[in-house]
């Protein structure tokens, strides 16, 4: 009898053990990018994105196996301008089930920085947990003079386990910051440090591998968000027009003509447009084509029945989402509603 005592009490103390020194699952999802881009030489700035492999990223930085048990997996190897509709979905669909079937503690994302802002945007409206989901990029290719991604994929591991992270929804990693998928944008073509927050700034940052917050999102996300992929093969056709001067309506006849499910308006100041372009919005809408208006001011919310009666001709208005990110979430609102006012909701909530 005392020699089972004895067994079961060793057997205890080695699951213990076991477990506290358990490192957090993290799964790594590699869709392409500059992170794993490849230039002809160091110094050039000559490369082409989508071409190093995922275990080849992770073998690049060690020091992430200190922070996780890390794997990975390689989902596409794209440049992110060629991000369509059908990774959207692979990919929502495959966090969804590595977080909720799998169990993986975390999952980070490596993607392009062109398109990075919209599909964190779709994800953070689609994914159903509240584990962390960070994406990683990088503004120079892994074989350039001090390439970034190593570090930016650190940091985003860091942030991946950090408990800080979780329940903030889909988070971006780049050059040190956090920024959340709701107001994260490119502001430079080049520069490492090109993502920011629009007005309301970083959401946290990482240093020394931990991850600190400053603030929290105030829309809904993951958890909280009515759009499930789960059961779609596709999404609604939604496009953009750019509003200028004197802007020819063509491109949005185009759409109507192309029996497009929704237009947003990336319109001049306050969300508006060229009364040629008005007058084929206005049809547009009456056709049951959704019109979003937005802007392409850099900054500010595109605001509702402002300059333009919204309620007269059952416009939407962007409110805070740029024209990028209006036209993610009218996709998924289209999913489940052709109604302007439930749709000028969604932009109120998400
Ligand atoms: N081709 C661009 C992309 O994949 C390069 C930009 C980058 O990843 O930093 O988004």
């Known amino acids: 009898m005392k020699r089972l005592k004895v067994i079961a009490f060793a057997a205890a103390t080695l699951l213990c053990c076991i477990s506290l020194s358990a490192k957090p699952k993290v799964r790594i999802v590699a869709t392409g990018g500059t992170i794993a881009g490849v230039s002809s030489s160091s110094s050039s700035s000559a490369y082409t994105a989508g071409q190093v492999g995922i275990q080849t990223l992770i073998d690049a930085v060690p020091q992430i196996l200190d922070l996780a048990d890390v794997s990975g997996e390689q989902l596409v190897n794209i440049g992110s301008q060629d991000m369509?509709?059908?990774?959207w979905l692979k990919l929502a669909k495959r966090v969804n089930q590595l977080l909720e079937e799998e169990d993986y503690d975390a999952v980070v994302i490596?993607?392009?920085?062109?398109?990075?802002?919209?599909t964190a945007y779709f994800l953070n409206l689609t994914v159903k947990s509240d584990k962390p989901v960070i994406m990683a990029g990088s503004m120079r290719p892994s074989t350039a003079i001090s390439a970034d991604g190593p570090a930016n994929l650190y940091n985003a591991v860091a942030a991946a386990v950090s408990p800080a992270c979780e329940g903030m929804g889909v988070l971006c990693c780049m050059n040190n910051q956090l920024l959340d998928a709701k107001t994260v944008i490119k502001t430079h073509t080049i520069d490492c440090d090109t993502f920011e927050g629009g007005p309301s700034g970083i959401i946290g940052y990482v240093y020394?591998?931990?991850?600190?917050?400053?603030?929290?999102?105030?829309n809904k996300h993951t958890t909280e968000s009515v759009f499930d992929v789960s059961g779609l093969d596709k999404l609604p056709q939604v496009g953009i027009v750019y509003g200028y001067a004197n802007a020819s309506a063509l491109p949005m006849k185009?759409?109507?003509?192309?029996?497009?499910?929704?237009?947003?308006?990336?319109?001049?100041?306050?969300?508006?447009?060229?009364?040629?372009?008005?007058?084929?919005?206005?049809e547009a809408q009456q056709k049951g084509i959704q019109i979003v208006r937005s802007s392409?001011?850099?900054t500010?919310?595109?605001?509702?029945?402002?300059?333009?009666?919204?309620?007269?001709?059952h416009f939407v208005a962007s409110l805070d989402l740029n024209p990028q990110k209006a036209r993610v979430l009218l996709m998924l609102a289209l999913t489940r509603t052709h109604d302007w006012e439930k749709i000028q909701e969604y932009f109120m909530e998400y």
């Open 84 to 87: 369509n509709d059908e990774v």
């Open 110 to 118: 490596t993607h392009g920085t062109d398109t990075m802002e919209e």
């Open 208 to 218: 020394n591998g931990e991850a600190h917050m400053l603030q929290r999102p105030m």
């Open 254 to 282: 185009a759409f109507v003509d192309a029996k497009f499910d929704g237009i947003v308006l990336a319109g001049v100041g306050d969300g508006n447009f060229y009364k040629d372009v008005f007058e084929v919005a206005v």
């Open 296 to 298: 392409r001011c850099p």
């Open 300 to 313: 500010g919310p595109t605001c509702l029945n402002s300059e333009v009666d919204d309620a007269k001709y």
